[in-house]
Nanobody
């Protein structure tokens, strides 16, 4: 199983980024795909999830109106479109897959830094 994130970087407050995560080695289309983040000195926290093949989504309250999770099952890829970024969004962002047996898989993370 492999999850590979990309798309992180440095962006100014109010800017946008799109993260991507490509999965392999598991049944992507039937897995719940999520994004988590971890800021320095903080616990890893949930950001957004896509499940039921993409028919359903869920968001952490502080990102609900700014971030959008989507997926392309044909490409085994999940995305996180992040708009109106704030300094408090600065964190390492991790892709997570949870398969039908509730096994969890994690990517290596991609850094997002929001700073002027």
């Amino acid at each position: 199983v492999q999850l590979v994130e990309s798309g992180g970087g440095l962006v100014r407050p109010g800017g946008s980024l799109r993260l991507s995560c490509v999965g392999s080695g598991f049944n992507f289309s039937t897995s719940a795909m999520s994004w988590y983040r971890q800021a320095p000195g903080q616990e890893r926290e949930f950001v957004a999830s896509s499940f039921n093949g993409g028919a359903s989504t869920n968001y952490e309250r502080s990102v609900k109106d700014r971030f959008t999770i989507s997926r392309d099952n044909a490409k085994n890829t999940v995305y996180l479109q992040m708009n109106s970024l704030k300094a408090e969004d600065t964190a390492e962002y991790y892709c997570n897959a949870q398969d039908y047996r509730d096994r969890d898989y994690w990517g290596q993370g991609t850094q997002v830094t929001v700073s002027s």
